[in-house]
């Protein structure tokens, strides 16, 4: 689990942060509103709002680089149903 893992880094470590993540074939969970490394590490997106949790598959790039959003996200639950959902989500 990351919490904005590249705050504070350069470009070149946060460079050698993304190849190193990049290797390792587990789960990760990360926070981050660094589009760069969210578009280079994720394969989903987990967003977070009031209405719920929505997920973004397959357009998760382009999404993040900032391109056409014309897929729209799945969203996964009601609010009130957050803990057990996200739960479920991470499984």
């Known amino acids: ?5 590249t705050n ?6 946060k460079e050698m942060l993304i190849t190193a993540l990049s290797q390792y074939e587990g789960t990760m969970l990360f926070v981050s509103h ?9 394969n ?4 977070l709002t009031p209405e ?4 973004y598959g397959a357009a998760t790039r ?7 959003r014309s ?6 639950t009601d609010p009130r149903t957050f803990a057990a959902e996200l739960s479920n989500v991470c499984n």
């Open 52 to 55: 719920g949790i929505h997920q």
């Open 44 to 47: 989903r997106v987990l967003e």
């Open 34 to 42: 660094d589009r760069h490394f969210l578009a280079a590490l994720s």
């Open 8 to 13: 504070h880094l350069d470009i070149v470590t």
């Open 1 to 5: 689990m990351l919490d904005e893992p």
């Open 62 to 68: 382009s999404m993040l680089r900032g391109q056409a």
């Open 71 to 76: 897929s729209r996200p799945t969203k996964l």
